[in-house]
């Protein structure tokens, strides 16, 4: 199956190699994988800090440069819910409207494009430990995906998944929000880090870059050796 | 101080009481069980709230006309309608209604509005003896607090504290359980609901096809204070309003278990003014609609659908903002993720942006309302609604017109690390905080590495 690729800006610009992993993990599941060299951004912080017409901007470049036809897998859940969710608001009354209903049935997160459409639950992955897998808001409230990933990350030959007590709780990311009220994103990442480093658990696993920066960018403050992997980065392992 | 620096220091000393988080997060957890509890009545809860949404709908794109209906099946029915469209006005009636009636003592339950208006601070300065009679809401009084959560107002409180409270007030002992206390609350009370001459409540709904009023409660304080003074008032929003008695029954249930983790409040009355063959009840029946910004927030065609909100409270205890922060740091009428978009719209945009801004687009309050709003949209709507209203800041400006301009261009965004890195930092630095790391911006991109190893440059 020929699928387009889309790779979220802080994947793009602050950890290149979790694309190639993509590329990686979709290929192993028998993909071919297409990737418009012209693409950037889907719109989404710029349409929560209520950027309308700058999101609009963006997000009609990404609708421009879509293939008709073509399963569009994102490397994030928070991408995956701006297009599926968020356009039907930003695109209401416009001539994009159709084109954003014909890639919303075609738009999918990693997992749920592995799981639900190629209804594939073992790639052969190989890593040796234990993991915590960290829920994001925007897939789980979003884009309802909570069973996907877990079933890929049980079938890792050595891995062993442990889950988080409260995983439906914000890890205070929030996009904008991080700025405009550093306090509470910063207090809300700490009692995630928490929670986590109760668990003994070395390395923390989503399908977010974005709530994972966001930790990472405290624990290091900390020192912390906590490490932070995208779904797709355990994924290509061992493959 | 502005609202907005006031609100930033009352969040920082709120953070650093985690005694208060460790409360709330336990009251929080109590009432979502409860809540998943009474919620099994419905056979089919979708149906139920999508319902409930619908009406609310209804209601909104037709206020104007069901209001005049109100107005005019209560004034039939003998009773009163007093329009006020800022709370100076209504405070300015209440007053005149005091004055006419020679009242000396006043009890008043629960209500949200009563505090929006500021009615508590402002009969109390005019000197009456104003009793309030909601357990909840004596309490905070008691502490010369707002309340903690529009149900729930003294969720922060511990036992103790409440004890403590109580022996001065009303001199019960110490060292009693809860039950005890409430039992010399209501003894105190009683006193009070018998020599009242006003009587004033909040209202659920208001019914427009027969001018009556729906009170929910658990304490009967409210069917009390309406019972024995001779003058009733009823302060309310203008956005109380239901259509007919048969929706009723969707409404009273939905709000007790979305707010309380009830199937239905202890005490459910519907009350309008007394026939002239019935011997009880009040002989003036006065109902005060207040606007206060309400209308302004349904002049706004995309975000009227907040007016829909029956104040059951239930995003709040799922919101990560308000069980951190707690519901005084808001320092608003009403709080957590519903005061974040009705707040902002009612009062300015502008004035309460640090509101809008307050939300991690979590998304949990949305599956909790019991009318659908679409919270965390509208939340979004009201961050739009201030740009578009020209009120963006002139580095707000300069980030986002860099960031369209980096997003609309691969050129831009393929751009050498130490410019981006610059851009990035002169921009976020400051805001991303201390305590944690600024992340750095890779030498090349995964669209330059792709470029390199396939080619397409």
């Known amino acids: 199956m020929k699928i387009d690729l889309f790779i979220p800006c802080f994947i793009d610009q602050f950890n290149p190699q979790t694309g190639f992993n993509m590329v990686k993990v979709l290929e192993k599941a028998g993909c071919q994988v297409n990737y418009n060299i012209e693409q950037t951004c889907c719109g989404l912080p710029a349409f929560n800090a209520g950027q309308w017409n700058e999101a609009r901007q963006v997000s009609e470049k990404l609708l421009n440069e879509i293939t008709p036809d073509r399963n569009f897998v994102c490397a994030g859940s928070a991408c995956t819910g ?4 968020s356009y039907d608001l930003l695109f209401q009354n416009s001539s994009y409207h159709n084109k954003f209903r014909q890639l919303q049935k075609r738009t999918f997160e990693l997992s749920e494009f592995l799981i639900d459409v190629l209804k594939i639950e073992n790639l052969g992955s190989k890593f040796s430990g234990k993991v915590v897998f960290m829920d994001t808001c925007t897939g789980l409230n979003g884009c309802g995906i909570k069973a996907q990933p877990r079933k890929l990350l049980e079938q890792i030959e050595g891995l062993e998944l442990v889950e988080l007590p409260n995983q439906d709780e914000c890890c205070g990311f929030g996009g904008t929000f991080s700025v405009t009220n550093s306090d509470i994103a910063i207090h809300l990442g700490n009692k995630k880090l928490n929670v986590i480093k109760e668990t003994g658990v070395q390395t923390v696993v989503s399908t977010d870059y974005s709530c994972l920066i966001h930790l990472k960018s405290i624990a290091e403050k900390q020192e912390s050796n906590l490490k932070f992997l995208h779904l797709a980065d355990i994924l290509a392992m061992g493959l | 101080m502005s609202a907005e620096q006031n609100f930033h220091q009352a969040v920082k000393k709120s953070l650093q009481n985690t005694e208060l988080q460790t409360r709330t997060a336990a009251a929080a957890a109590k009432h979502q069980f409860a809540v998943a509890e009474a919620l099994k009545q419905f056979a089919d809860l979708e149906l139920a709230r999508n319902r409930a949404k619908y009406i609310k709908w209804r209601v909104n794109e037709n206020l104007d006309k069901y209001l005049i209906d109100f107005e005019a099946n209560l004034m039939r029915k003998g009773g009163k309608v007093i329009w006020a469209d800022t709370p100076q006005t209504a405070l300015a009636e209440i007053e005149q209604i005091i004055k006419k ?18 009615l508590n601070e402002f009969i109390k300065a005019k000197g009456y003896d104003l009793t309030e009679t909601d357990l909840g809401d004596f309490i905070v009084d008691g502490f010369n607090e707002k309340p903690f959560h529009g149900i729930l107002p003294a969720a922060h409180k511990t036992k103790e504290e409440i004890n403590n409270l109580l022996n001065q007030k009303i001199s019960t002992s110490l060292d009693i359980e809860l039950n005890e206390m409430t039992k010399d609350v209501r003894d105190y009370m009683r006193s009070k609901f018998f020599k009242a001459d006003i009587g004033i409540t909040g209202a659920n709904f208001l019914i427009a096809e027969n001018g009556m009023v729906c009170i929910s409660e658990n304490e009967g304080n409210v069917r009390l204070a309406s019972a024995f003074a001779k003058t009733h ?15 009723v029954d969707l409404f009273f249930s939905l709000l007790s278990s979305y707010g309380n983790g009830q199937r239905l409040m202890a005490y459910n009355s519907i009350v309008g003014p007394k026939n002239l063959e019935e011997q009880d009840g009040a002989n003036e029946f006065i109902v005060i609609l207040v606007d206060n910004g309400r209308s302004s927030t349904l002049a706004s065609h995309d975000q009227r659908e907040a007016l829909s909100c029956i104040k059951c409270g239930a995003c709040h205890f799922v919101c990560p903002v308000f069980t951190n922060i707690g519901g005084h740091s808001y320092g608003s009428s009403y709080t957590g993720p519903i005061g974040s978009i009705t707040e902002p719209l009612a009062h300015g945009l502008n004035e309460y942006k640090h509101l809008s801004n307050a939300s991690t687009n979590c998304g949990k309050c949305n599956d909790v309302c019991p009318v659908k709003i679409d919270i965390s949209n509208h939340i979004i709507r009201n961050r739009r609604d201030n740009i578009n209203a020209g009120n963006e800041t002139t580095g707000e400006k300069l980030a986002w017109y860099t960031w369209t301009k980096a997003m609309l261009s691969r050129k831009n965004l393929n751009r050498s690390t130490s410019i981006k890195n610059f851009t990035f930092r002169q921009l976020y630095k400051t805001a991303w905080g201390a305590e944690k790391e600024f992340p750095k911006i890779e030498e090349k991109s995964f669209n330059q590495l792709w470029r390199e190893k396939f080619g397409g440059v």
Do not use: F, W, Y
């Open chain 2, 101 to 118: 009636n020679q009242a000396k003592h006043i009890v008043k339950s629960k209500s949200s509005i009563c505090n929006e208006i500021g």
């Open chain 1, 82 to 85: 701006m297009i599926r969710n």
């Open chain 2, 233 to 247: 008032i009823i302060i309310a929003g203008i956005d109380k309003i239901l259509p007919t008695l048969q929706d």
